[in-house]
């Protein structure tokens, strides 16, 4: 079985910076690839990043393209989501999944494995 539990959300203000981390256990890590999902109040879950089993590719949502910066640490098990100037439109719960399909994108119905979410508020 695969645990993923994601850590470092909080409240911070506009323009503030937070870096998320998703560590994973049970399985070869190297083995899925990893996404970052947020969901806000009374919203469906929506695909923020992702990336490749090695690495070496990453893809993102259109709104977050120049200020967040998904990478990963094989060594580690972990997968972390530095996120910059952020806006008060992306607050909510954020999500990290592990998917055994290299295949996968950004749906999140491709995801095998999900975490319990850490919560980020950003304020105006």
């Known amino acids: 079985q695969v645990q993923l539990a994601e850590s470092g959300g909080g409240l911070v203000q506009a323009g503030g910076s937070l870096r998320l981390s998703c560590a994973v256990s049970?399985?070869?890590?190297?083995?899925?690839?990893m996404g970052w999902f947020r969901q806000a109040p009374g919203k469906e879950r929506k695909f923020v990043a992702r990336i490749t089993r090695s690495g070496i590719s990453t893809y993102y949502t259109d709104s977050v393209k120049g200020r967040f910066t998904i990478s990963r640490d094989n060594a580690k098990n972990t997968v972390y989501l530095q996120m910059d100037s952020l806006k008060p439109e992306e607050t909510g719960g954020y999500y990290c999944?592990?998917?055994?399909?290299?295949?996968?994108?950004?749906?999140?119905?491709?995801?095998?494995?999900w975490g319990q979410g850490t919560q980020v508020t950003v304020s105006s």
């Open positions: 049970g399985r070869t890590f190297s083995n899925y690839v």
């Open positions: 999944a592990a998917s055994v399909k290299y295949t996968t994108g950004s749906d999140p119905l491709g995801y095998d494995y």
